[in-house]
């Protein structure tokens, strides 16, 4: 392996490959089916969780599957020394993940770092959610620093950069954008087996950026589309939050919250599962302000955890409807 060009602190420990982790692993035998390395690994759980966490999202859920199990069978080949490239040279796995917002972009990316650091490909899986702040500077000299330090803590790990495609700004010829960009495609080619890197943002505009610049491209292994949710899986992700927050839809409500659904469908701007979580979040105080006016009402559990029709009713998308 190549010598890194931007030396980032906290990388210079041998990364955590499945080779090394199971040379090193001399307590456990070395795994020689798909059931052990699962048993050693204990990986299928996250995949497990990411089926009964999330609603919908098929499609995903099994390109997840698909990688988990190429990294499975890799590490099997591994075990009998049947490299697949280079010795030090494991498999790209940078990541691109498009779709609309709210769509569990981010949420899939931490499983997807769990996943790596059980079966050895990542020292700790934990994640680092990014955006080009967090990584361009505004003046000469600044942008490097906080590109690398941005790297130094998402080594060992998962590194999840939103919207990335702003990171490539052409029409400014000023812009320190593609100074960041420089630093990760080497920190991603010769790095790759310290730090995974996941792009994610729309479809159409990560399409540009990538078309503008072939170099990172090139270096992204496997791209993910996540789908917009249907009404009925909205639905099902509004009564699974309530639950979470010790809520529930009372008579007819869910009713109603289905009909506001299928009215803000119809509407600009809508961001899936963060849409339905801000209307919510509205219900609830409207739920709030309803109970606060009964001052000297003695309050029961029900009353304080039941969204009623009306306290989604009042929402405007009614109001514009009936306009």
Known sequence: MAAPLYNIPGSTQ?????????????????ARTVNEV???????????????????LAPVKQRIRDIAALLVVDKLRLNLGLAAGPAGSGPSLHMSF????????????????QILHRL???????LVAVTRDDLVGQYIGHTAPKTKEVLKKAMGGVL?????????????????????????????ENQRDDLVVILAGYKDRMDTFFKSNPGMSSRIAHHIDFPDYAQGELL???ERMLAGMNYHF?????????????????????????????ALDRARLRQA????????????????????PEDIRASRVFQAAAA
């Open 14 to 30: 041998a990364p955590a490959t499945p080779a090394a982790t199971a040379a090193g692993a001399s307590a456990a035998p070395q």
């Open 120 to 126: 050895g490909y990542v020292r700790k899986g934990h």
């Open 289 to 308: 302000s309803r109970l606060f006016a009964d001052r000297d009402r003695v309050l029961s559990a029900e009353d304080l955890t039941t969204l009623r």
């Open 160 to 188: 999840f950069i939103d919207e990335a495609y702003y990171l490539y700004r052409p029409e400014n010829e000023r812009d320190y954008g593609q100074e960041a960009i420089e630093i990760l495609l080497q920190v991603m």
């Open 38 to 56: 699962l048993a050693q690994s204990q990986v299928e759980s996250v995949m497990d969780e990411l089926e009964r966490d999330l609603v919908g």
């Open 236 to 238: 099902e992700i509004g």
């Open 98 to 113: 498009t779709g609309n917002p709210g769509t569990g972009k981010t949420t899939v990316a931490m499983r997807m770092a």
């Open 250 to 278: 009372g008579p007819g409500a869910r009713e109603t919250f289905a009909e506001y659904l299928g009215l803000r469908l119809q509407q600009p701007h809508f961001a899936n599962a963060r849409s339905v979580r801000n």
